[in-house]
């Protein structure tokens, strides 16, 4: 149980253009899910957290308007980064939880590579 | 100071030793914390959690040192098959944090034949 899945799994774009990046929770229903941000060598860093239903929280320094989180919901929450440029280029991964009754667990989603060329 | 901190590595180890190594953090009312690993280019994947002064399961031992403020991760009979990174995860404490998680950079371990 507690699986996460995250699509596509790797995506090649141009720069301006937008990419949507699908996590899903597939056996249960997800509370709140979160996107991660990945550059080589280095730690995960939260972007935003995103509760179904309610406009998501973003870390300080995230454009909310340049990463679109969407929480339509329990089960979905998607992450558009648009206008993509080259320092966008990262490994993107969301998590999951099931909420206060889980604690602290999340359950992590494959992750997404993107190039932006 | 870093919320948390780790040796990133790489910790060479050969195939059936023992390697251990730390993580410190600097928040000393966390309570609770997490050994996460991550392959190359893959997700993250809980490891072990660590409540009270340690946990034990199978080959991986977890050890807390709340007076020194770190945890440490040892791995005995490494296999080829630990090769990873390492990541150490922080719960924040306050509520408008919550799961808000803390990751460590990461300690890579290569068990060589």
């Known amino acids: 149980g507690a699986v996460v899945s995250q699509h596509p799994s790797r995506v090649i774009c141009k720069s301006g253009t937008s990419v949507k990046i699908e996590c899903r929770s597939l056996d249960f229903q997800a509370t709140t899910m979160f996107w991660y941000r990945q550059f080589p060598k280095k730690s995960l860093m939260l972007m935003a957290t995103?509760?179904?239903?309610?406009?998501?929280?973003?870390e300080q320094g995230v454009e909310k308007d340049k990463f679109l989180i969407n929480h339509a919901s329990l089960t979905l929450s998607t992450l558009t980064v648009t206008s993509a440029h080259p320092e966008d280029s990262s490994f993107y991964i969301c998590?999951?939880?099931?909420?206060?009754?889980?604690?602290?667990?999340?359950?992590f989603g494959p992750g997404t590579r993107l190039t932006v060329l | 100071r870093k919320e948390v901190e780790q040796d990133p590595g790489p910790f060479n180890v050969p195939e059936g030793a023992t390697v251990a190594f730390n993580c410190t953090y600097s928040n000393s009312a966390s309570q609770s914390f997490f050994w996460y690993r991550q392959d190359c280019r893959k997700e993250p994947k809980l490891l072990m959690s660590?409540?009270?002064s340690g946990n034990e399961d199978g080959r991986f031992t977890a050890q807390l040192n709340r007076a020194s403020q770190y945890i440490s991760l040892l791995i005995r009979d490494s296999k080829l098959s630990d090769s990873a990174t390492y990541l150490c995860v922080v719960p924040p404490m306050t509520t408008d944090s919550w799961g808000k998680l803390q990751f460590g950079a990461g300690t890579q371990v290569v068990v060589t034949p």
């Open positions: 998590s999951a939880s099931r909420g206060l009754a889980g604690g602290h667990e999340q359950f």
């Open positions: 660590v409540y009270s």
């Open positions: 995103s509760n179904e239903g309610s406009k998501a929280t973003y």
